[in-house]
């Protein structure tokens, strides 16, 4: 029988026990990450925490809705055992009733059925597969790559490890707008928060660029569980742009992670240039789902539309 529980019914540890040893789990969905990122989530829960699946809810214009929380990007339905569409279904059909909009991603390996209220589109991820010597690696990328790590190396740049997230948030600030990036003070004081936790935990790591005259020209923060290095977030000024920095930057940390781990997720973009750029290291695409749960009145779901 699926369960709902409010915030507080939720048993932390069985639920930790339960990412941490599904086959699906994923950094993002663990208790303290989501406590840091979606304050006061809820949950649905099959057995005895086997099957799980965080609800992160919201309330606006008198309407309970479910949403996507920043810096996660694939949450869903979490196992121990393997899930099938009918288990995935039932989930979402257990969706508390009161709760009558949402728009949130699942994971790769949930595969949902569309039906009248509930429309999937699927979305990609971009990882490349490692557990392999890193000459292997290399002979897949692409030539623009190549030219950019030996453009970095004729520039005499290094990477430093341990630098302060703050650096790279920093970093990230005064060179991300361009990208469309609108995060407000709140979301950068979460994403400091929750950068922090990973290090203190042990499941997080940053790494950064130095310029021949020790300016920082590029940063990147990893997140390590389950066997995946997360590329959770990256920034680069432009002098590290003109001198492949970021370029350097992965292909360094492949060298050192690449028997360590067995996939890097670059956690996938809408933006092309981004795309082109995760895939020039000779990565894979994959799929996940992201739904749109709709229990509004037909006038309502249209207006709704038209603010969004």
């Given at each position: 029988?699926?369960?709902?529980?409010?915030?507080?019914?939720?048993?932390?540890?069985?639920?930790?026990?339960?990412?941490?040893?599904?086959?699906?789990?994923?950094?993002?969905?663990?208790?303290?990450?989501?406590?840091?990122?979606?304050?006061?989530?809820?949950?649905?829960?099959?057995?005895?925490?086997?099957?799980?699946?965080?609800?992160?809810?919201?309330?606006?214009?008198?309407?309970d809705y479910l949403y996507q929380p920043l810096f996660?990007?694939?949450?869903?339905?979490?196992?121990?055992?393997?899930?099938?569409?009918?288990?995935?279904?039932?989930?979402?059909?257990?969706?508390?009733?009161?709760?009558?909009?949402?728009?949130?991603?699942?994971?790769?390996?949930?595969?949902?059925?569309?039906?009248?209220?509930?429309?999937?589109?699927?979305?990609?991820?971009?990882?490349?597969?490692?557990?392999?010597?890193?000459?292997?690696?290399?002979?897949?990328?692409?030539?623009?790559?190549?030219?950019?790590?030996?453009?970095?190396?004729?520039?005499?740049?290094?990477?430093?490890?341990?630098?302060?997230?703050?650096?790279?948030v920093h970093l990230f600030r005064n060179n991300m707008?361009?990208?469309?990036?609108?995060?407000?003070?709140?979301?950068?004081?979460?994403?400091?928060?929750?950068?922090?936790?990973?290090?203190?935990?042990?499941?997080?790591?940053?790494?950064?660029?130095?310029?021949?005259?020790?300016?920082?020209?590029?940063?990147?923060?990893?997140?390590?569980?389950?066997?995946?290095?997360?590329?959770?977030?990256?920034?680069?000024?432009?002098?590290?742009?003109?001198?492949?920095?970021?370029?350097?930057?992965?292909?360094?940390?492949?060298?050192?992670?690449?028997?360590?781990?067995?996939?890097?997720?670059?956690?996938?973009?809408?933006?092309?240039n981004l795309a082109r750029f995760y895939k020039s290291?000779?990565?894979?695409?994959?799929?996940?789902?992201?739904?749109?749960?709709?229990?509004?009145?037909?006038?309502?779901?249209?207006?709704?539309?038209?603010?969004?």
């Amino acid at each position: 029988m699926i369960r709902h529980y409010t915030h507080s019914q939720i048993d932390k540890i069985k639920w930790d026990e339960c990412i941490r040893n599904a086959f699906n789990g994923n950094v993002y969905a663990f208790s303290w990450y989501l406590d840091i990122v979606a304050y006061g989530w809820e949950a649905l829960v099959e057995g005895d925490y086997e099957t799980v699946f965080p609800l992160t809810r919201r309330r606006k214009f008198f309407t309970d809705y479910l949403y996507q929380p920043l810096f996660t990007q694939q949450l869903g339905i979490f196992s121990v055992k393997r899930l099938n569409s009918e288990v995935v279904q039932r989930f979402l059909d257990s969706i508390p009733a009161e709760i009558r909009y949402g728009r949130f991603n699942l994971n790769r390996h949930n595969k949902p059925m569309e039906k009248k209220g509930l429309r999937v589109e699927q979305r990609v991820n971009i990882e490349l597969p490692l557990m392999r010597p890193m000459e292997d690696i290399r002979r897949k990328y692409s030539l623009n790559t190549r030219r950019n790590i030996r453009k970095a190396e004729k520039d005499h740049v290094y990477v430093a490890d341990s630098i302060k997230p703050d650096h790279l948030v920093h970093l990230f600030r005064n060179n991300m707008p361009r990208r469309g990036v609108r995060w407000n003070d709140r979301d950068y004081r979460v994403l400091n928060h929750l950068l922090y936790t990973l290090v203190h935990k042990g499941a997080g790591f940053t790494r950064g660029v130095y310029s021949s005259s020790n300016q920082l020209l590029a940063a990147a923060f990893f997140t390590y569980t389950h066997q995946r290095i997360v590329l959770l977030l990256s920034a680069v000024s432009l002098q590290g742009r003109l001198s492949g920095a970021m370029h350097f930057l992965i292909d360094d940390t492949l060298a050192r992670m690449c028997t360590q781990a067995h996939i890097l997720d670059f956690e996938g973009s809408q933006d092309q240039n981004l795309a082109r750029f995760y895939k020039s290291f000779g990565s894979e695409v994959f799929y996940y789902p992201c739904i749109e749960l709709d229990r509004l009145p037909w006038l309502i779901t249209k207006l709704y539309h038209g603010l969004r």
